[in-house]
Every structure is written in C-alpha cells, then in structure tokens.
C-alpha cells in the first residue's frame, strides 16, 4: 500500500526541525553552522543542515536560524525525496517574529508563513499557486518561543531544571505546549570524540518523546524521538554521504515502520468485525468510541498502554439518510472550512456542485463523491507533504491523505457535515498507517476513497479523527505500537 506511510515522512521531518533547541547563546548570538546525519532504525535516511546568525528584520537586531532537511527512502519499491527548509526570525529571548516552513516532495510544495503579534499569529497556507489565510489567537498568558534553550535559562543548565513553553506548529496550524526536563549530566562519545553533554527530555504534542543530548554551550551532539530517528552531529561531508552522494537505498520504509499483525486476515477487505489489542505509546485520546467502535483501556499507566479496540462495520441502510444540506449546530465544526480542507473555495464548490448535481440525500451525494475522487484520483507514493484541497483538485495525485482531503472539502462544501479520519489498516500480514473519512448522514458513516467500494471493513482502526491536521496527533505511537488480533469476521 505506497500511500500509507506519507504521514509519518512528513512528521518525522517536523520533530526533527522543531523538537530540539537550535542555539544557546544568550543577548548576542554568533553565527554557527552544523550538519547532523539522520539515522532510522540504524540506516542512513537524510541529513540535516542548521545555521544561525544575527540579522535585522524589520528594523530589529534579531537572530535568523535556518534550517534545512533532506530525507531519501523507498516505499514499496518507488523511490521518495522530502525535502522540508524552515526559517526562523526571533528577536529576544528568542520570541518568534517570523516564520517559512517550506515542504517539497514529488514535484508538489506547500508552504506555511507565519507572522507573530503580541495576541495573535497570522498564518498563509500556499499550495500550487492557491491561498488559505488563517489567524490563530494566542491564548492569555502564553509567551510563544522559537528556541528552546531560553525556558531552561540562557545562563546556566542544570539537571533537575523543568520548563512549560508554547510554540507554533507550522504543520497543525496550531499553538501547541512543549515541556522539557533536564534529566542528567553524560559523557557521549560521537565519531571519535568524548563530548560532556546534558541530557534534555522535550515531550510535544505532535512528535511525543524527543531526547536531546547538548553541550553547556549549546551544541547539539545527538537527538533521538520515539519514532525510532536518531540524529547524530557530523561533518557536511559525513551527513550527506549516502543521501547526496553514494545513496544507497535503505530497506524498504513502508515494512519498516509497519505494524506486524499476529495472525493472518483472509479477505481483509471484507471483514465485518475485528477485536483488536493494540499496545505502545497511545494517548487516552486515541481511545475513541463511537457506534462503530468500542474501546475498552486495559492498562493506562506508563508509556506502554494497552487497548481493546472492537470494530463492527455493517452496510448504511440508504433509506436512514437525512436530507440536504445539513445545517444542526451540533456539526457545525465539520462543515467549516479550513487552511487544508478548501471547503469555500470556488474550485471545490463548483466541483461538488457538478458530482452532486440534484442530490438530496446525504448518504447518495457522499457515495458520489467517493466514488468520483476515486476515478479521478491517481496514486503517487512519492508525495511525502500535506496539501490543501484545491491544490489536490487541480493536481489529481497522492496519497491516502490527500483523498481523504480532498473528499472531506467536496462532502463539506455540499453540507455534509464531514471528518478526515487517520488509524491503521490491514493489509497483507501487517497494519499500514492510513487515512480515510467520516460523513454525518444521519450516523456516521465511514468512507475511504483510496478503495473502489462504499463498504469501509473493520481493519481500519480509528486513533484520531476532525480536521486534516488532528491526524498529527497519532505521531507518538510511530515505533511503539504493537498489534494482536484476538478475533475476525
């Protein structure tokens, strides 16, 4: 399944380039510039490049850090380059003033600038030559930062220290908290030299464990998440070998990072019922319970919780559909447009228009437009960045995610109150990350794009559900999650 595993790309690409402190100097910053190699479970991905310097923006003595990340893997045999560059301008004590994240993958691009206020944070999402502005609101009380380092104190680190601190996450569009601990003093020893370091836990949202091994004075000497990415502090000709030169393709990404089920599922596009344990690093929030799945927590403390997920699908009775369009307040929130679901764009409007034509019932427009965005969709593996919708409408390639945003902005845009859905799914012997859809049509009904059928089976296993960007949050059981099937019909 070559549309799988894109999501985890694209967020392994943000832990690295926003989970660890960039610099550590404190009123006048110098310039610097480090490489560091990026490692998966032991094999050579990519490589990252980071320089600082101080700089003026908009009349501001500041510091610009930039930051760039190459990654090269293969899915399924197609080979994949994600490419992802952020800019940072951040005046004292390193608060953010502006920010470019830039993504590449596949021929596509998506950027997300980023203009910081006193209370708020103006955001432009740009894909394909198409716009979404949106304003995030800076909670009261909240003091926003672009380098770690400065919410331990600048002056001096010292084990036991503890810090809370909000930055902006360019991926979920979103201000999300950050907390990081001091955990130990520890000599590592990198290519041949003994460096002194600390050890610095940071836990996000979005990314989950980060641990950071920095010198007093701020050097980064290696990094490792939960995902199972380590990076590790070598020369530019070291960490682009193999990735800019020499590449040797690592084992295939798709396996490496797939969930091995216990027993095999004959037909798994079929399967009515599953009862399923999974266990690893999930969030109470992943336990989600619905009339199509139940979840029962069977151990909750620690890093390694465990869960009985039971998933019963059975055929929508047609005749049960509400009307068109659905205006109850209650769905409010998932008829609303936002910077990747384009719902009010003209282009999407029009489109859903013409698919739904005269339709009244909600459950007969939103099997139209299943069924148009799978005979109008191409897959292409190698497109590791989320785009919004209008971009995936005029570009008709990519990934379970961008079906799955492009159906969600078509459903919306005719009044079908609609959720972008991300799990795992079975498929050959093993659970692939996945996302797919939800449509209110008098109950939720799931539909996934990506296969010819109405039908969604009950391989496909529900961790977070909402908007285009709630599907980051499944980002910290990458590398902890483990499967057991109990039973399958």
């Given at each position: 399944?070559?549309?799988?595993?894109?999501?985890?790309?694209?967020?392994?690409?943000?832990?690295?380039?926003?989970?660890?402190?960039?610099?550590?100097?404190?009123?006048?910053?110098?310039?610097?510039?480090?490489?560091?190699?990026?490692?998966?479970?032991?094999?050579?991905?990519?490589?990252?490049?980071?320089?600082?310097?101080?700089?003026?923006?908009?009349?501001?003595?500041?510091?610009?850090?930039?930051?760039?990340?190459?990654?090269?893997?293969?899915?399924?045999?197609?080979?994949?380059?994600?490419?992802?560059?952020?800019?940072?301008?951040?005046?004292?004590?390193?608060?953010?003033?502006?920010?470019?994240?830039?993504?590449?993958?596949?021929?596509?691009?998506?950027?997300?600038?980023?203009?910081?206020?006193?209370?708020?944070?103006?955001?432009?999402?740009?894909?394909?030559?198409?716009?979404?502005?949106?304003?995030?609101?800076?909670?009261?009380?909240?003091?926003?930062?672009?380098?770690?380092?400065?919410?331990?104190?600048?002056?001096?680190?010292?084990v036991g220290q503890k810090a809370k601190l909000h930055y902006f996450n360019p991926m979920t569009i979103s201000i999300d908290p950050m907390d990081l601990e001091v955990l130990r003093q520890e000599q590592l020893e990198v290519n041949g030299k003994t460096y002194d370091t600390f050890v610095i836990k940071n836990t996000m949202k979005t990314v989950g464990n980060v641990?950071?091994?920095?010198?007093?004075?701020?050097?980064?000497?290696?990094?490792?998440?939960?995902?199972?990415?380590?990076?590790?502090?070598?020369?530019?000709?070291?960490?682009?070998?193999?990735?800019?030169?020499?590449?040797?393709?690592?084992?295939?990404?798709?396996?490496?990072?797939?969930?091995?089920?216990?027993?095999?599922?004959?037909?798994?596009?079929?399967?009515?019922?599953?009862?399923?344990?999974?266990?690893?690093?999930?969030?109470?929030?992943?336990?989600?319970?619905?009339?199509?799945?139940?979840?029962?927590?069977?151990?909750?403390?620690?890093?390694?919780?465990?869960?009985?997920?039971?998933?019963?699908?059975?055929?929508?009775?047609?005749?049960?559909?509400?009307?068109?369009?659905?205006?109850?307040?209650?769905?409010?929130?998932?008829?609303?447009?936002?910077?990747?679901?384009?719902?009010?764009?003209?282009?999407?409007?029009?489109?859903?228009?013409?698919?739904?034509?005269?339709?009244?019932?909600?459950?007969?427009?939103?099997?139209?437009?299943?069924?148009?965005?799978?005979?109008?969709?191409?897959?292409?593996?190698?497109?590791?960045?989320?785009?919004?919708?209008?971009?995936?409408?005029?570009?008709?390639?990519?990934?379970?995610?961008?079906?799955?945003?492009?159906?969600?902005?078509?459903?919306?845009?005719?009044?079908?109150?609609?959720?972008?859905?991300?799990?795992?799914?079975?498929?050959?012997?093993?659970?692939?990350?996945?996302?797919?859809?939800?449509?209110?049509?008098?109950?939720?009904?799931?539909?996934?794009?990506?296969?010819?059928?109405?039908?969604?089976?009950?391989?496909?296993?529900?961790?977070?559900?909402?908007?285009?960007?709630?599907?980051?949050?499944?980002?910290?059981?990458?590398?902890?999650?483990?499967?057991?099937?109990?039973?399958?019909?």
């Amino acid at each position: 399944m070559k549309h799988t595993v894109r999501l985890l790309l694209i967020l392994i690409a943000v832990a690295v380039i926003f989970a660890y402190p960039a610099c550590a100097e404190e009123s006048a910053p110098t310039a610097s510039d480090f490489w560091m190699g990026v490692y998966m479970m032991g094999q050579k991905m990519g490589y990252m490049h980071i320089t600082t310097e101080p700089v003026t923006y908009e009349g501001q003595k500041c510091t610009k850090v930039d930051s760039f990340f190459r990654m090269k893997t293969v899915i399924l045999g197609q080979s994949m380059q994600q490419d992802v560059r952020t800019v940072v301008y951040a005046g004292e004590r390193f608060a953010p003033l502006f920010q470019v994240f830039d993504m590449t993958s596949g021929g596509g691009r998506t950027t997300v600038e980023a203009k910081f206020a006193e209370k708020e944070v103006k955001c432009k999402v740009t894909s394909a030559g198409s716009t979404t502005e949106k304003v995030i609101p800076i909670p009261e009380g909240v003091s926003l930062i672009g380098d770690s380092m400065y919410a331990l104190g600048a002056d001096k680190i010292e084990v036991g220290q503890k810090a809370k601190l909000h930055y902006f996450n360019p991926m979920t569009i979103s201000i999300d908290p950050m907390d990081l601990e001091v955990l130990r003093q520890e000599q590592l020893e990198v290519n041949g030299k003994t460096y002194d370091t600390f050890v610095i836990k940071n836990t996000m949202k979005t990314v989950g464990n980060v641990t950071t091994w920095q010198t007093a004075e701020g050097s980064i000497i290696k990094t490792t998440t939960a995902m199972g990415l380590t990076m590790i502090l070598e020369t530019a000709e070291q960490a682009v070998s193999g990735v800019d030169s020499d590449y040797v393709p690592p084992e295939d990404f798709a396996l490496l990072t797939s969930v091995r089920a216990n027993i095999d599922i004959k037909n798994p596009r079929q399967v009515k019922k599953l009862i399923i344990r999974l266990s690893g690093n999930l969030d109470e929030k992943m336990g989600i319970s619905d009339n199509h799945q139940k979840v029962t927590w069977l151990t909750t403390e620690g890093e390694d919780r465990k869960a009985e997920f039971v998933i019963e699908c059975t055929q929508f009775d047609e005749k049960q559909s509400v009307n068109l369009p659905i205006k109850d307040e209650k769905f409010a929130s998932y008829l609303e447009p936002s910077p990747y679901l384009q719902s009010d764009a003209p282009a999407i409007k029009a489109k859903a228009a013409e698919i739904v034509g005269d339709e009244k019932s909600a459950y007969k427009a939103a099997k139209a437009i299943r069924a148009w965005v799978t005979k109008n969709m191409k897959p292409q593996a190698d497109m590791g960045i989320p785009r919004p919708a209008v971009d995936v409408l005029n570009n008709r390639v990519g990934v379970c995610r961008d079906y799955s945003v492009l159906f969600a902005s078509l459903a919306r845009a005719v009044g079908i109150p609609t959720k972008v859905v991300a799990g795992i799914v079975y498929m050959n012997g093993h659970f692939y990350y996945h996302a797919w859809a939800e449509c209110y049509v008098g109950e939720w009904v799931a539909f996934d794009a990506t296969y010819p059928s109405d039908f969604v089976d009950a391989t496909h296993v529900k961790l977070a559900e909402g908007d285009a960007t709630n599907m980051f949050e499944m980002a910290p059981v990458f590398g902890t999650l483990k499967a057991e099937i109990v039973k399958y019909e």
